[in-house]
């Protein structure tokens, strides 16, 4: 088969992470896949410095006319994000090229219910990342696959976490680690709350908060300043290598109101790491019933009541983690993943023979 992956996105985050995987995996099942991307994002140069041909654009009249021009060459087109199956539904119907769109988002999409369905229905194939992200399509009548989002273990690099412990003054802190983008949907401000309750009952905690800044960030920053937290929460921003900070956390913890499915929660589980999270999406999915501890969004209280749990609680925190760590080795693999799109396209292709 020959396939064109297209993401668009500037950053490197989860959908840019699983469109590599993906890529990856199809080269190595022996399949033509290749890539459109925006010119200059992390996800081109990344899958260029790993032999994948890519084709880089500027944006979505650069995509429309690569398209227009090398379309057809390919089996089947497949768009990783929104914005990607935003601008496929304008041209399937003039060059006929089969499309499989992955939807990765759990919150409600932009516009009304007749342009979502319109656009979603251009799709041959509408795949979602969780039952959470599958639900608003099937609640417009849609037929929907699932096939969740890998991940793959990643050791963490033993002189990086030397240089962590040092940098950040690591010892004899109870460390408690969260990856998210400091954006609203994220929500650090609760888990900033909740940490101002844990250094209550445990005074030498301090969460280390690896992510980008988003529209967020000042009022994330202002808390932590009001609450007195500067040595108890540290921004680190964008952080390539996770894993060294896994590789010190006691705890990993996700305050998100919305999560289709939560790869960062997922690292942390192949890590070992006892997980705190939101009972939203995707982590209701990956945690219930006995592999973390799930509470409801926004609610800072309760939060802070897991993680001290889980502090306090070592031995039977770190049997949860053990259990997690199976479950997700085996649910969310990258061979397990590619193999179900394989199929997925394949049944696609002769269905259309």
């Not at 969740?148 to 240089?163: F, I, L, N, Y």
């Amino acid at each position: 088969m020959r396939v064109l992956q297209i993401n668009l996105e500037r950053g490197w985050r989860g959908g840019e992470r699983q469109t590599l995987l993906t890529l990856q995996g199809l080269r190595a099942a022996g399949h033509e896949a290749e890539l459109l991307a925006r010119s200059g994002g992390a996800l081109g140069e990344r899958a260029a410095a790993s032999g994948i041909p890519v084709h880089a654009c500027q944006g979505a009249l650069g995509m429309s006319r690569f398209l227009l021009g090398a379309g057809r060459r390919y089996d089947l087109w497949h768009a990783q994000t929104a914005q990607a199956m935003s601008i496929l539904a304008a041209w399937r119907p003039l060059l006929g090229v089969p499309v499989v769109f992955t939807r990765r988002t759990a919150f409600a999409a932009r516009g009304g219910d007749r342009r979502r369905r319109w656009k979603w229905s251009r799709a041959d194939v509408l795949v979602a990342i969780s039952q959470a992200a599958a639900q608003a399509p099937r609640d417009l009548g849609l037929p929907v696959y699932v096939i969740p989002s890998a991940v793959e273990p990643v050791p963490p690099d033993p002189a990086r976490v030397e240089t962590l412990r040092a940098t950040f003054s690591l010892e004899g802190r109870r460390v408690v680690v969260t990856a998210a983008a400091l954006s609203p949907e994220k929500d650090p401000r609760t888990l900033i709350e909740a940490v101002a309750r844990v250094r209550e009952s445990v005074p030498d905690v301090l969460c280390v908060h690896c992510g980008a800044d988003g529209a967020a960030a000042a009022s994330a920053r202002e808390r932590v300043v009001a609450l007195g937290l500067r040595d108890h929460y540290r921004f680190v921003g964008f952080q390539p290598h996770v894993a060294d900070f896994l590789a010190v956390a006691e705890l990993y913890v996700s305050s998100s109101r919305h999560e289709a499915l939560g790869t960062s929660v997922l690292d942390a589980c192949l890590a070992r790491v006892p997980v705190v999270a939101t009972d939203v999406g995707g982590h209701r999915e990956t945690l219930a019933p006995d592999r973390g501890l799930l509470v409801p969004a926004g609610d800072a209280a309760a939060l802070a009541r897991k993680m001290l749990w889980v502090l306090t609680h070592r031995d039977v925190a770190q049997a949860m983690a053990q259990r997690a760590q199976a479950y997700v080795a085996d649910a969310y693999s990258v061979p397990a993943m590619v193999a179900s799109y394989q199929e997925l396209y394949a049944a696609l292709l002769r269905g259309r023979r």
